[in-house]
């Protein structure tokens, strides 16, 4: 989708980052390919998937008719800042 959105933008004569800044989500390998390349939210993936697998077997292994405690779990995403995201220029920040 931010690779879409880079292209209608340069299409209706928006510059990446100069005029906005534009952030992923999943930090896709050609993330730093993209011209400019794409900032990005990167998930820890494996991560993500061994908690779900934990969770399913809490599920598996109740006794019949009872159900695991609840509780929140938490994956810490990380930012990749890469050239399509810039500061916020001078006259947005007056």
């Known amino acids: 989708m931010a690779l ?3 292209l209608a933008l340069r299409e209706a004569g928006r510059r990446v980052p100069e005029d906005v800044s534009v952030v992923g989500f999943d930090d896709v390998p050609e993330s730093a390919y993209f011209a ?4 990005t939210v ?4 494996e991560e993500v998937g061994r908690q779900c697998v934990e969770l399913l077997l809490d599920q598996v292994d109740s006794p019949p008719g009872e159900r695991p405690a609840a509780r929140l ?3 810490t995403p990380e930012l990749v800042v890469r ?3 810039a500061p916020p220029s001078a006259r947005l920040r007056a």
């Open 83 to 85: 050239s399509s995201s």
């Open 36 to 39: 400019p390349p794409l900032s």
């Open 42 to 45: 990167r998930q820890d993936f």
């Open 4 to 6: 879409g959105l880079m």
């Open 73 to 75: 779990i938490s994956v």
